[in-house]
Each structure stands twice: as C-alpha cells, then as structure tokens.
C-alpha cells in the first residue's frame, strides 16, 4: 500500500492531477472544436444552406441585432396599401374616362397602366425561375405556384412578395422568441437553433428586396408617367373650360396617390438596402418620414413645372424631356454601375435610371453622394426654371384665372423645390442613420459620429449576406 503523504504535499499533487486533467479537456475540446469547423465548412459546400449570420470575426455581436421591427412590418404594410391604391385610382379614372365619352384618354391610360404592367410581369415572373435554380432557396409547391400565377396575372406580383416578407418576418420574430434573444456566434454548436433563425431572416430579406426592385421599377416606368399624364388631362381641362366636377375629384385623387406611391418608391430602396447590407445602420421611423417629404416635395415641384409646360405647349413638353433623358444617359454612363452580366442588360440598366431620373434621384452604387445630389438638382432647378419661364412669358391674360393661375402655380414649384432642399438638409443633418452630417460645413463629414456609428435610438444589424439586394441584378430585364 502507498504511503499516504502528508497534508500539504497531498494538496500540491492533488493541485497538479486536477491542472493534468483539465489540460487533456481543454485539449480535447480545442479538437472538437476544429473538427466542427471542419464539417461545418463541409456542410456549407454540401447542402448549400442559408446562412445570414455575422462572420467569424464578429464574433461578439449578439445575434439579436438580426430583428425585424413593428416599423419593418408598418412599412411593408404601407408600400401594399400605396400600390393598390395606386393602381386602383389609376384603373376608376380610365373607367370614368370611358363613361364620360373621352376614348383618347382612355386609351392613353390604358396603355400607360398595360405595357409597364407586362414588363414587371414578366420581369416578375423571369425572377421566380432565378429563384428555381437557386439552392439557398427552398423549392415552391404546386399550390404555391398556382398563387404566384394569379397574382402575376392581376399585375399585382409585388403584393404577393410583400406579403411573403412580411410573414416571414412575423416567423423571424417569433423564432428569435422561441430561442431567447442573447444568441451569438458563439452559440452556433446548439443544433438547429441559430440557423433555423438565419434562412428565415435571409429569406425575408429576399422577397423584400425583390418586392422593392419591382416597386422600383413600377414606380418610374407606370406611376410618374401615369402622374404627368393625369396632371396634363386636368391642367388642359382647365384651360379649355371643360371641367367635369366628378371626373376632376377622382382625377385629384389618383394624382395624390400616385405622388406618394412615386415618393415612398426611393425611399424603400434605401431602406432594404441598409437592411440587407453589411453593418449599416438601419432607417428609423424619423429618417423615413423625412425622407418621403423630401421625395414629395421634388416630386411636387417637378411634375407641376413639366405638368404646366405640357398643358400649355402639348407635344413640344418632350423637347425637354428628351434632352434631359440624354443629359442622365451620359451622367448614368460616366457613373460606371457594372451592376449587370452583359452590355445590353447594362446598356438597358442605364435607359432605366435616365427615365427614373426624369423624377427623382437615387443612387444606384455604394458612394458619395454629395456632387451626385449638386449636380441633379441644379440641372432639374436650371430646367424647371427655364419651362417657367417660357409657360409665364406665354400665359394667356385673357384666361378667367389668369392672375391666380399664373402666379400661382409659378410660386408652388419654387415653393416646393425649396421644402424639397429643406427636408434634405433635415434629413442629412439630423435623420441620417449613420449619424448627423454637415452638409454646409468643411468637406461635410459626419459630426462627432463616424462612418459606423449607430445613433442612440437606431438598430444595426449584423453582416449579413452583402450580395441580397444585387442576387438578381442581371436578371431585371424581360
């Protein structure tokens, strides 16, 4: 039998047997641990999953920074009701138009609301075969399917990816519920339970960028068009003394709708694009709502001088719009995009940011803005100013309105391009995500906040998958 030790060197070999034994554990987890790297690596090249989950050096970032917000859920909510009801006014006022014996107008409608509608079909339903061949996208049913199809076929495709976002952000919310709120990186080992969260949030940002290209898209091929159009009909009603009460109220009515359905497109875009990018700062309920002033305002300000111009001089209002489309062609060119696979999708890319930039700006490639935002506003103001001024040097005096009429209009569009750079000095000053910026000081850097900071009161998520918002970048064409 081995002699027992005395106390205090039987406390030191019991010291070293418990560091001997906790050297082999931490051995054996070291290799546990690089084993599961391993396989989960394999696991990826394998089965392909979706993983939306921070990379590995951002490993202390807690996982619930990946949320869906009550503001998310509002915001999808509102971008159906502004299509429908955009679509909906636009369909009564070519059915009144037929009613009231006015068939040219109808036509013209009906052509302005069907052709754009074919395209984004189309477009539609080309990125729902993208979607096939992709494996991180889990197969459709046949009921599933035959939904798609119906919704295709009342041009209302955008509606159902709404909603498809919207109810995976409900499951997100109530997954992240399920396994509690403080999962991180670290928590990968617990099968099952982080990337089950991860496929539905890379899911939804999926169908919501999807839903907000297309919106893009329908925003500035149908719905301006479909503005200058009914804002040409009343203001040539007006001037001919050939109003129909009823016909002007639902007239005034699609004309609003389309005005805010045109000014939240843009603002959407940016929203799914701070959503789905790589640790940016998200768009919180007062950086949205300026936004969308600002939006209108130009708006306001940009179809009432064109609207007026065209009223007055009919056919020659596409002199300048076609010099216009020209002059944003060769600035789009110069902006070197190279967001598409072939020249003609890029050539094609670039017809429609010129037509989208008869309306508004945006910016359709990670950088600067500033010189950008100069540069189109003073082009639009310089453009808007000389149409004034020929439509107020023209301006019949004999007309019954004449002095109201005149003056105005002319004030609304100075007035409104003005509340226009006011809402975005608002908006850059104190609405930003990323934090407050100077426009009018030094080289207009962020104050006191840098390029990643996150305002008090803002989310920021985790680096997801970078490449969402672009996964169909060449796919956008019929």
Known sequence: MDEQLPGPHAEECAIRADLKTRGEKCRSYIEMVKFRDEKAVEDVEEKKFIDALPDRQDQETPYDQLSYSCGDAFFALYAIFTLLADMVTDISVAYMFWLHGKHEYFIA??????????????????????????????????????????FLLLQIGPVLRYVDSLRLGMLFRKQRKKHGCELTLKDVTKEGVVHECAITYRLMLQEDSDATFLRLFE????????????????????YNDDVDENLAKVQLVSIFSSLLS????????????????AGKATMNWSSTIVSVLWQLCFLSSRCLALSLFAA?????????????????????????????????????????????YTFSFFNPKEERTRYKHMFFYVVCFLEDSILMMIWLFHEDSEHKLSYSFKYGPFAGVYVSFAMSLLF?????????PTGNIRPLIGKGCRKHVSDNAVRPNEQKRGTCVEEIAMDKAGAFSV
């Open 262 to 277: 045109l000014a939240w497109a843009p603002v959407s875009y940016y929203r799914t694009v701070r959503l789905s990018s």
């Open 424 to 432: 975005m000095y608002c908006y850059y000053s104190w609405c930003h």
């Open 109 to 150: 409608m009906v052509v302005f609301i069907g052709v754009p509608a074919v395209m984004l079909t189309g477009t539609g339903l080309r990125w729902y075969v993208v979607d096939m061949e992709n494996p991180r996208v889990p197969p459709a049913s046949m009921t599933r399917w035959a939904v798609r199809v119906v």
């Open 219 to 238: 925003a500035y091929l149908e719905t301006g068009p479909q503005l200058m159009l009914q804002a040409y009909i009343l203001l040539h009603a007006v």
């Open 312 to 356: 007055k001089f009919n056919e020659w209002v596409f002199v300048p719009l076609s010099v216009h489309i020209v002059v944003m062609i060769i600035w789009a060119k110069f902006m070197d995009t190279d967001l598409c696979k072939t020249k003609w999708e890029e050539a094609l890319l670039i017809l429609m940011l010129s037509l989208a």
